[in-house]
């Protein structure tokens, strides 16, 4: 799916989100791979990223054909400096109107408001590809990412003690979430 749009942040910081290309797939990785050295909140370590930049770049391509999944960056001055995508639950046509949400901003980026407005226009995406409910899932004391989820208006349905194990911090329960469209 396309998409692009320039906003201004408080502090008058110029936001490009749109989809991500093929070109944009080492930079991409980049950043992911910083991201999620940067958090435990995140389900892989970066060195579980999976593929290479070729196969970034033809997965990327196939996002921008489809009409179904996103996979949306934040650009400031020219940098990545966080993603956002939904991606279909699955190719049955039982979940066909589920799409599960995902996002990661680099730490020095976070509280500017680059998380709320790639969450909002993953929504807009979401209704815009026609899916009737938007799924994540989150750590429990992410209360970041909670905060981010409430206030666009997710609800908890369910939670799992041992959701995740990190190298870390042990055990950590996830809450699951979903969003009617
Ligand atoms: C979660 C994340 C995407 C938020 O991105 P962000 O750009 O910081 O988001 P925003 O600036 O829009 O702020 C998000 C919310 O955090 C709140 N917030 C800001 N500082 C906070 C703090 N210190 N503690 C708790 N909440 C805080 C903001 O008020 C905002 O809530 P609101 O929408 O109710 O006002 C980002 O922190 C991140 O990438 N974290 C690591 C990866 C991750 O956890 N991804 C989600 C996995 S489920």
């Known amino acids: 799916m396309r998409y692009a749009k320039t906003v201004l942040l408080m502090g008058g910081v110029e ?47 196939e996002t921008e054909r489809s009409g179904n ?43 500017m408001g680059i998380g709320r407005v790639l969450m909002e226009t993953c929504i807009g995406c979401a209704l815009r590809a026609g899916y009737a409910q938007l799924e994540l899932e989150v750590v429990a004391d992410n209360e970041r990412a909670l905060s981010l989820y409430r206030r666009a208006g997710f609800e908890e349905y369910g939670r799992n003690p041992r959701g995740y194990r990190s190298a870390a911090a042990g055990y950590q329960e996830l809450v699951y979430m979903r969003l009617e469209l």
Do not use: C
Request: proline share 1%; no cysteine.
């Open 15 to 61: 936001l490009l989100v749109r989809n991500a290309v093929a070109s944009d797939a080492r930079a991409l990785r980049e950043t992911m791979q910083r991201t999620h050295a940067q958090t435990d909140y995140l389900l892989s370590y970066p060195d579980e990223q999976s593929g290479d930049d070729e196969q970034e770049a033809r997965s990327l391509e």
């Open 69 to 111: 999944e996103v996979e949306l960056i934040a650009v400031v001055d020219e940098r990545i400096v966080g993603s956002a995508g939904i991606t279909a639950v699955g190719g049955k046509r039982k979940v066909g109107h589920r799409a599960r949400f995902g996002i990661s901003v680099l730490q020095e980026y976070w509280g």
